[in-house]
């Protein structure tokens, strides 16, 4: 069955530094999604995109966080400062159409020190 | 936006017996109500969804009902077995455009006690 994989599965760093996440979605799928889970908490959106292009994002999604389809099957999410309080599990997750349900990865657990 | 509430937060319940988890949502514009299972250490995996169109969906041991007018839908999952034990999340979006987020319930740690 086709796999949403994530890379690293966690990752420590300081505050302030900055950080890639790494996600290779389903091949065919067309729609691109991260979230976020702090621990013990609920599964946050973080941000959309369709088409090499954010379609929707939340208020957590702020200056600091940016996103980019960089080849043909990577998706990053890239937080140029970090602060204690993104460390979370992160989520990657594909759709194929609008009408499919997401498929989501494993997560990284990052860990801001 | 979208708020979904989710109930209960902690579910125990006896080897075969039934399991029902509740959520409502605030949005009459969603339209689609995914259900998530989370077990330690992995991503959210999808079990069953449905849509606005239709009131009921069953998959073998788990159905999903839905009631538009009082905006709630449910999770039942009969004959509970062992490797049910997990976190469960309900979801809600609005399916229109396609890149729709999802917004999330709290989650139930359902305990199927042997």
């Given at each position: 069955?086709?796999?949403?994989?994530?890379?690293?599965?966690?990752?420590?760093?300081?505050?302030?530094?900055?950080?890639?996440?790494?996600?290779?979605?389903?091949?065919?799928?067309?729609?691109?999604?991260?979230?976020?889970?702090?621990?013990?908490?609920?599964?946050?959106?973080l941000?959309?995109?369709?088409?090499?292009?954010?379609?929707?994002k939340s208020e957590i999604f702020d200056d600091q966080f940016s996103?980019?389809?960089?080849?043909?099957?990577?998706?990053?999410?890239?937080i140029r400062?970090?602060k204690?309080?993104?460390?979370?599990?992160?989520?990657?997750?594909?759709?194929?159409?609008?009408?499919?349900?997401?498929?989501?990865?494993?997560?990284?657990?990052?860990?801001?020190? | 936006?979208?708020?979904?509430?989710?109930?209960?937060?902690?579910?125990?319940?006896?080897?075969?017996?039934?399991?029902?988890?509740?959520?409502?949502?605030?949005?009459?514009?969603?339209?689609?109500?995914?259900?998530?299972?989370?077990?330690?250490?992995?991503?959210?995996?999808?079990?069953?969804?449905?849509?606005?169109?239709?009131?009921?969906?069953?998959?073998?041991?788990?159905?999903?009902?839905?009631?538009?007018?009082?905006?709630?839908?449910?999770?039942?999952?009969?004959?509970?077995?062992?490797?049910?034990?997990?976190?469960?999340?309900?979801?809600?979006?609005?399916?229109?455009?396609?890149?729709?987020?999802?917004?999330?319930?709290?989650?139930?740690?359902?305990?199927?006690?042997?």
């Amino acid at each position: 069955e086709p796999e949403v994989t994530q890379t690293p599965s966690h990752q420590v760093t300081q505050m302030g530094q900055e950080v890639i996440l790494r996600c290779v979605p389903i091949s065919n799928h067309l729609y691109f999604y991260w979230y976020r889970q702090i621990l013990g908490q609920k599964v946050e959106f973080l941000v959309s995109f369709y088409n090499n292009e954010i379609s929707e994002k939340s208020e957590i999604f702020d200056d600091q966080f940016s996103v980019e389809r960089p080849d043909g099957s990577n998706f990053t999410l890239k937080i140029r400062s970090t602060k204690l309080e993104d460390s979370a599990m992160y989520f990657c997750a594909s759709k194929g159409t609008a009408n499919y349900g997401y498929t989501f990865g494993s997560g990284t657990r990052l860990t801001v020190v | 936006g979208e708020n979904v509430e989710q109930h209960p937060s902690t579910l125990s319940v006896q080897e075969g017996d039934s399991a029902v988890i509740k959520c409502t949502y605030s949005d009459s514009a969603s339209n689609y109500f995914p259900w998530y299972k989370q077990e330690l250490g992995k991503g959210p995996q999808l079990i069953i969804d449905i849509r606005s169109n239709v009131g009921e969906k069953k998959d073998q041991r788990i159905a999903v009902t839905l009631n538009k007018t009082a905006k709630h839908f449910s999770l039942h999952i009969t004959e509970t077995q062992p490797e049910d034990s997990a976190v469960y999340f309900c979801a809600a979006s609005y399916s229109g455009g396609g890149a729709d987020g999802l917004t999330f319930g709290k989650g139930t740690h359902l305990i199927i006690q042997p």
